[in-house]
Every structure is written in C-alpha cells, then in structure tokens.
Nanobody, 124 residues
Framework: QVQLVESGGGERQSGGSLRLSCTAS????????MGWFRQIPGVERLGVAT???????SYSPSVKGRFTISRDTAKNTLYLQMNSLKPEDTAMYYC??????????????????WGKGIQVTISS
C-alpha cells in the first residue's frame, strides 16, 4: 500500500527557511500529482503547492515567490523549500499524492493518499 512520510519540519524564526521532504513508497508507478497542504486547528485543510509528473507546478498565492515545490521521481521524494517564512505559515503540513485529472494547489479532493503530517512553527 502507498505510504507517504514527511520529514524536515520544526521551528524557525520569521524570515528563516525550512525544507520539507516526503518519501513515498508502495506504488508501482509515480503518481501523476503530488503536493503539500497545510492545516491549523479549527480550519479546513488548505493547498500550498502541487507538481505533476511533467514538472508543472501550482502555488497558493499566499506562498508564491517564497516556496518552491520539486520532486525527484528516481528517489520517490517530494520537496518543499520554504523561504522568507512568516508566523502565518505555522501549521501542520501534509504530503499528498493522487491520479486525478487536475493537479492544482487547491484540489485536495483529487488526492488519493496522505501522509500523517509534520508540524512547522514560525515565531515572530
């Protein structure tokens, strides 16, 4: 079965950087779409960024220009480089993968598999 495991979270001060990684296993072919979503308590899960197998990316306006999503198909790994971090980036970050028709940052319903999440905390 498909498993997604996130790593690289933690605490940073505002303006700092973090790189999240997501290692995927258990599938026979690389998922069409992989992405990052985030959630804070009491709020719906929101899309951050997605990337398809052609390398086409989609970003939330709230992170565009600060975050970069990438994937290494050979290593079955998804990355999220987060720069210029802000306190409002504080959330639980989830890795996701799916084979839906679209691969857009806000299309969480198109995702079939989810990681357990990893906490990112940014202090001011």
């Amino acid at each position: 079965q498909v498993q997604l495991v996130e790593s690289g979270g933690g605490e940073r001060q505002s303006g700092g950087s973090l790189r999240l990684s997501c290692t995927a296993s258990g599938y026979s072919a690389s998922p069409y779409c992989m992405g990052w979503f985030r959630q804070i308590p009491g709020v719906e899960r929101l899309g951050v960024a997605t990337i398809d197998t052609d390398g086409k990316t989609s970003y939330s306006p709230s992170v565009k220009g600060r975050f970069t999503i990438s994937r290494d198909t050979a290593k079955n790994t998804l990355y999220l480089q987060m720069n210029s971090l802000k306190p409002e980036d504080t959330a639980m970050y989830y890795c996701a993968a799916g084979n839906g028709y679209y691969c857009l940052y806000n299309d969480y319903l198109g995702m079939d598999y989810w990681g357990k999440g990893i906490q990112v905390t940014i202090s001011s």
